[in-house]
């Protein structure tokens, strides 16, 4: 998808202050990095998470979208300073491969009509086991696709909404035909833009940690992804060198800091606060849509979630 920015002041950031995402050293990616993890079946999303800050001696490490222990597939992690960004990722659709078993025998045209009634809106009572609150929710599938039917074993590709219960729609799948099912296998495969391409085993990342500590190789540099990721999944305003220390300080975002910003920001949405060279400064929610960034002379444009770059890395912007 193109995006397009508005500029209210085109400014050049000074080189002598921050810098790019791609030029951090190794322990600065990893400080504010994220990892896309190839989660095995059997440990909990939160015991994952834990291997991973124990192997790369880290403080912190957070998970976003919990994946049950038999699941296995993407599981996005990030790391110390990141887990501030969290916010901007935790909603991002998802997609899934899974085997379903139903428990009578139907036909494949029967599977593919029942099938189009849980494509779009749907609703959904989270599952007994599930950690939040019982209540019917609005989930939407966005793409449900029978990719093989072998006897009463249905291989299905689902792309969906976050919060979207699998083993739930396999319950009701199989209800809807009449014979019952239940989900036998699922895996991630995507989460938003992250990919199984992206996506680093455990013992993959150990390795490259261990070599890279030994002075062999930087292969760990490919496991971790700089944390302006996020900003590849939220809508982005872009502020000027000026603005970043009092942001770093606590400062909601005035629309006389902002040198440039994405079209179609929508007022409460989180966003991501970009300085001149692309580093991630803080996380934001809008209080103005696009059109009031380009057309209003003051005001607040944005009140912080969470600061992420280290006060200091720019000067003061004021007297």
Not at 24 to 43: A, F, M, N, Q, W
Not at 53 to 70: R, V
Request: glycine content about 8%; charged content about 30%.
């Amino acid at each position: 998808m193109k995006r397009e920015f508005k500029f209210r002041e085109a400014v050049v950031s000074d080189l002598r202050f921050g810098n790019y995402p791609g030029s951090r050293s190794t322990k600065e990616l990893i400080e504010r990095g994220i990892v896309v993890l190839d989660k095995p079946k059997g440990p909990t999303s939160h015991q994952v998470s834990r291997w991973v800050k124990e192997i790369l001696d880290i403080d912190k490490a957070g998970h976003t979208g919990t994946l049950d222990p038999k699941v296995t597939g993407i599981l996005v992690i990030a790391l110390n300073k990141s887990t501030k960004a969290m916010p901007l990722l935790k909603n991002l659709d998802k997609e899934y491969i899974s085997v379903v078993v139903l428990h009578g025998q139907v036909t494949e045209e029967e599977v593919e009509e029942a099938l189009e009634s849980f494509r779009g809106k749907i609703k959904q009572v989270p599952p007994k086991k599930s950690a939040v609150k019982r209540k019917e929710r609005t989930r939407t599938i966005k793409n449900l696709e029978l990719l093989e039917k072998d006897g009463k074993d249905l291989l299905l590709k689902i792309n969906c909404e976050a919060g979207t219960y699998i083993r739930k729609l396999a319950h009701d799948l199989g209800q809807k035909l009449g014979c019952g099912g239940h989900m036998k296998e699922l895996r991630r495969t995507a989460v938003g833009p992250f990919e199984e391409t992206d996506a680093v085993k455990l013992q993959t990342l150990k390795d490259d940690y261990v070599f890279h500590r030994q002075g062999k190789n930087q292969n760990i540099r490919s496991d971790i992804l700089p944390v302006e990721v996020s900003a590849d999944v939220s809508k982005c305003i872009v502020v000027k060198d000026t603005a970043i220390e009092a942001i770093c300080n606590g400062a909601d975002l005035g629309v006389g800091g902002i040198s440039a910003f994405e079209t179609g920001i929508k007022q409460d949405e989180k966003l991501s606060i970009l300085s001149g060279k692309g580093e991630l400064v803080a996380v934001g929610e809008a209080e103005m849509n696009s059109n009031e960034l380009l057309e209003k002379k003051k005001g607040k444009a944005a009140s912080l979630v969470n600061v992420i770059m280290a006060r200091e890395t720019y000067p003061k912007g004021w007297s």
